[in-house]
């Protein structure tokens, strides 16, 4: 398995709202979101890694990831999921990254 690099993104709003519609996506899709509106933990099953929030800043690491995804890949999805995009297949994408597809 192997990392990226961190990378940061703004948040909008009021943190705990930006968290609570993010752990219903990622429930919705059986990826594992745990933490608060400081700092926290995401498994995809393929893809794992932490975020730490500082104001509206959200700094995101990959830990974990298949040697076929690519970061700037994770870095739009786990973008998305953040900031609530509820119009992706979450779950579909991370199947297809487990097949080397995506």
């Not at 990226?4 to 009021?14: N, S």
């Not at 104001?55 to 830990?63: A, D, G, L, P």
């Amino acid at each position: 398995m192997l990392s990226c690099k961190p990378f940061v993104i703004e948040l909008e709003g009021d943190i705990n709202e930006v968290l609570n519609v993010a752990r219903r996506i990622a429930e919705k899709n059986d990826i594992n979101l745990t933490g608060d509106n400081t700092r926290g933990s995401f498994d995809t099953g393929n893809t794992k890694g932490m975020y730490q929030i500082d104001q509206n800043k959200m700094t995101i690491t990959i830990t974990s990831k298949l040697y076929k995804s690519y970061c700037d890949n994770l870095q739009e999805i786990l973008t998305d999921l953040f900031t609530g995009n509820e119009s992706r297949d979450y779950k579909k994408i991370f199947g297809y990254m487990n097949l080397g597809r995506y």
